[in-house]
């Protein structure tokens, strides 16, 4: 009998600083975090994938998983065959989605030699047509000058070190910055440095550090700031968003 294209399902627990190598190429892949949280890292980019959200990564990519927190994973590997998309994305995982990924889990390789599995993987792949992508991916500029800037401000996510300190020491005025920047990023250099926040603050989340620490953490005054700007960015509480 042959396999119906999603095949080797995948379930671990694990310690943060794993990394886990990515699949064959010719594969697509669904990554579900059920706990923790995985960053999905290249040259050019990071995605952060939140407890029940998951990352779509098309075949091909070359990329490496870094966890943080105790990381629960669910993963289908899917034929190349299959055109879902062709873009990497953090995505947002249906009802319907987590169960059918839990239960290709406990099935394993699907099988067009049994309908009720065929019926499954049809169901799977409408509901793969259906992801929506959430902002939750940090363009990493190519620029020396920026990629040294960028660099600097994920070593101080309290941002304790002045803008103009460390533009000074990449040796670039402000706005050369953010004209590479927006060219290499898509994004200002504020709403870049507000995402670079926002992904460390989801990562601290993931590991169980408090609202509080974490406000502290990153420069604001309290939390009820920091709440503020999180449901700004993503429509709910940090509580809300992690429930």
């Known amino acids: 009998m042959r ?25 697509h892949q669904l990554i579900y975090a059920t706990r ?34 105790l990381v629960a994973l669910r993963s289908l590997y899917i034929a190349e065959w299959a055109r879902v998309s062709h873009a990497c994305c953090v995505v947002n ?5 987590r169960e059918l990924i839990l239960r290709i889990v406990q099935l394993g390789a699907l099988d067009t030699g049994q309908p009720a ?5 049809g169901v799977l792949f409408d509901e793969l047509k259906e992801l929506t992508a959430v902002p939750l991916q940090l363009p990493l500029p190519q620029d020396v000058r920026a990629a040294q800037f960028a660099a600097m401000a994920s ?6 070190m002045p803008v103009a300190k460390m533009l000074r020491q990449c040796a670039a005025s402000r706005r050369t910055m953010e004209r590479v920047f927006q060219n290499e990023t898509g994004m200002s250099l504020g709403q870049w ?15 169980g550090d408090s609202v509080n620490s974490i406000a502290l953490e990153l420069g604001y ?3 009820s700031a920091f709440i503020a700007m999180f449901k700004r960015e993503l429509g709910q509480t940090p509580t809300g968003y992690f429930s």
Not at 52 to 66: A, C, K, T
Not at 155 to 160: E, I, M, R
């Open 155 to 160: 070593a101080d996510p309290a941002g304790k």
């Open 193 to 207: 440095l507000r995402r670079q926040k926002l992904l460390h603050a989801l990562r601290r989340l993931a590991a």
């Open 3 to 27: 396999s119906f294209g999603v095949t080797f399902p995948d379930a671990r627990a694990l310690l943060p600083h794993h990394r886990i190598p990515p699949p064959a190429r010719d594969w």
């Open 36 to 69: 923790g949280a995985v960053t999905v890292r290249t040259e050019q980019c990071a995605w952060v994938v939140p407890p029940h959200r998951g990352v779509w990564i098309p075949s091909g990519f070359d990329y490496r998983l870094e966890m943080t927190g």
């Open 221 to 223: 005054n309290g939390p």
């Open 117 to 121: 599995q065929r019926r499954l993987a």
């Open 93 to 97: 995982v249906s009802p319907l989605l």
